[in-house]
T-cell receptor
Framework: EDQVTQSPEALRLQEGESSSLNCSYT??????LFWYRQDPGKGPEFLFT???AGEEKEKERLKATLTKKESFLHITAPKPEDSATYLC???????????FGKGTTLSVSS | ETGVTQTPRHLVMGMTNKKSLKCEQH?????MYWYKQSAKKPLELMFV???????ENNSVPSRFSPECPNSSHLFLHLHTLQPEDSALYLC?????????????FGDGTRLSIL
């Protein structure tokens, strides 16, 4: 069964305290992995696509990396405005749908 | 306007009402999607339209009826809903329905069933 698991479920950081979010998946023959950010009352906002193991993408304080089994979203020196729920998703093995994880809710306090 | 726009943003309806959700995308995409997002659950795909043709119906109850008159517009017609249908309904679009492409989301309609 295609599965996407994100951990931790919730993460509290102090401003400037770097950390990583994890997304593990069981789909074989990965055809891409997507990271999204979702603010309360808003829809998911697209951040990154990763297509192959070893690939990395960066945007401001965020860096996404990909291995054959999981992806990490590294947050360097976070600020309060980075507080949001971060979602990852992969195409199903059948290629007909995106499978989303439940997300990691990040809270950054000043 | 840019991106994906959904209206209304909030909707409260009784179980016997009929209402419709509207989605419009200004990205020039050819695929559009409806998702349901409930608390503590992953996004659930409901319907996929690619070049106006429905290509996916993820075992959605018939009280939800989608309509896609063209590649820019998507509707979700609602009738005789149940309390468990209360959720955030998200519309998304992508270039042409290939799942290795990113999908771009609207801000959703928050639906409450009384």
């Amino acid at each position: 069964e295609d599965q996407v698991t994100q951990s931790p479920e919730a993460l509290r950081l102090q401003e400037g305290e770097s950390s990583s979010l994890n997304c593990s998946y069981t789909v074989s023959g990965l055809r891409g992995l997507f990271w999204y950010r979702q603010d309360p009352g808003k829809g998911p906002e697209f951040l990154f696509t990763l297509y192959s193991a070893g690939e990395e993408k960066e945007k401001e304080r965020l860096k996404a990396t990909l291995t054959k089994k999981e992806s990490f979203l590294h947050i360097t020196a976070p600020k309060p405005e980075d507080s949001a729920t971060y979602l990852c998703a992969v195409p199903s093995q059948a290629g007909t749908a995106l499978i989303f994880g439940k997300g990691t809710t990040l809270s950054v306090s000043s | 306007e840019t991106g994906v726009t959904q209206t209304p943003r909030h909707l409260v309806m009784g179980m016997t009402n009929k209402k419709s959700l509207k989605c419009e995308q200004h990205l020039g995409h050819n695929a559009m999607y409806w998702y349901k997002q409930s608390a503590k659950k992953p996004l659930e795909l409901m319907f996929v339209y690619n070049f106006k043709e429905q290509t996916e119906n993820n075992s959605v109850p018939s009280r939800f009826s989608p309509e896609c008159p063209n590649s820019s517009h998507l509707f979700l017609h609602l009738h005789t809903l149940q309390p468990e249908d209360s959720a955030l309904y998200l519309c998304a679009s992508s270039q042409d329905g290939q799942t290795n492409q990113p999908q771009h989301f609207g801000d959703g309609t928050r639906l409450s069933i009384l």
